[in-house]
C-alpha cells in the first residue's frame, strides 16, 4: 500500500513549522513520503529547502472559499487543503497541520478509517465540542471524493467559515461514528498539556532534552506560534508542560537548522 504522510503551507511564515514538524516525524517514523502540498505563493528559497530535506512539495491550485467574510482573517480566504483529498497515488495519508510536532511511531494509523480525528480539546468539559478536528487526520485519497467535495463547496455552508468547518458541514455524521474518534493522544492542544496531565491520565515531561510521555501528537494551535516565542522568556511557574512542549518544539526545529547548514556545507565543498 503507498502511503504518506502529507501537510499543507502556503506562505514561508510557516517555514519553521514545516520544518520542526518534519524532524519530529523523521524522529520517529522513518518510512513513507513527507508530502508538502503548497500554493505558488510560497517562495522558490522555502520550496528548495524543503526539497534539499527530502520533502516532496506539490503544487495544487487555489480554491477559493465561497463564504469568505470581508472581517476574516487572510487564512481563510481558501479551502486549497482540501487537494489533500485529490492525492490518489498513495492509497493512505495521515494528514499534519504544519503546527503540530510528533512524540511517537504513527505508523499503526495507517490501518484505522478514512477520516479518523479526534475532537481535540474536547476531553474540556465546557467546550462542550464534538466535530472533529482538521489538523490531524487518516485520509483514503480520491478522486471521485475530492470532485464531490469541490462540488459542495458551492452550497454546502462551512460552519465557522473555514476549511475544518466545511469538512464537519461534509462529514456531519462524524460526531455520532465512534469508530473514527482516535484517542485524544494523537492531537493534544499545547495550552491544554498541564490540565491533559493533571486530570486526564496523559504524562508528558521534557527536561535536559529527553522526552517521555504517552501523547503522540502536541499542536500548536491558535495564533501565536512556537516560532514566535522567546522560549528563555517564559514564566518558569503557571504551566510547566506547556513551557517544556516549547523547548521541545524549538529543539525539533533547532536540530532541523543543524541537519540544513549540514546538507549546504556538503554541497559547497
Known amino acids: 500500500m503507498s502511503r504518506a504522510f502529507v501537510t499543507f503551507m502556503t506562505t514561508d511564515d510557516y517555514l519553521p513549522g514545516v520544518l520542526a514538524l518534519y524532524k519530529s516525524l523523521r524522529f520517529f517514523n522513518k518510512k513513507h513520503d513527507f508530502v508538502v502540498l503548497t500554493t505558488n505563493t510560497l517562495s522558490d528559497t522555502s520550496k528548495g529547502m524543503l526539497e534539499a530535506l527530502g520533502c516532496k512539495v506539490q503544487l495544487a491550485p487555489e480554491i477559493k472559499n465561497p463564504h469568505i467574510g470581508e472581517n476574516d482573517r487572510d487564512t481563510f480566504n481558501h479551502y486549497t487543503k482540501l487537494r489533500v483529498y485529490a492525492l490518489a497515488e498513495y492509497q493512505k495519508i495521515i494528514f499534519l497541520d504544519a503546527d503540530l510536532i510528533i512524540c511517537s511511531n504513527l505508523e499503526p494509523l495507517f ?49 465557522d467559515r473555514t476549511d475544518q468547518g466545511f469538512l464537519q458541514s461534509f462529514y456531519k455524521d462524524w460526531p455520532e461514528n465512534k469508530a473514527l474518534h482516535l484517542d485524544h493522544k494523537f492531537n493534544v492542544p499545547a495550552n491544554y498539556l498541564d490540565i491533559y496531565c493533571a486530570q486526564f491520565g496523559y504524562d508528558f515531561s521534557y527536561t535536559d532534552q529527553t522526552l517521555e510521555t504517552n501523547i503522540a501528537v502536541i499542536h500548536y494551535w491558535g495564533p501565536v506560534k512556537p516560532w514566535h516565542i522567546d522560549r528563555h522568556s517564559l514564566p518558569p511557574d503557571g504551566s510547566p508542560k506547556f513551557n517544556q512542549a516549547i523547548d521541545l518544539w524549538w529543539d525539533f526545529y533547532t536540530a532541523v537548522l543543524i541537519d540544513i547548514k549540514t546538507s549546504q556545507d556538503k554541497c559547497c565543498l
Do not use: C
Not at 476531553?123 to 459542495?152: C, K, R
Open 111 to 159: 490501518k484505522a478509517p478514512h477520516m479518523s480525528s479526534v475532537i481535540a480539546g474536547g476531553l474540556i468539559p465546557e467546550n462542550n465540542w464534538t466535530d472533529l478536528n482538521g489538523g490531524f487526520m487518516v485520509v483514503e485519497p480520491s478522486l471521485q471524493l475530492f470532485n464531490e467535495m469541490f462540488e459542495a463547496t458551492r452550497y454546502l455552508p462551512s460552519k
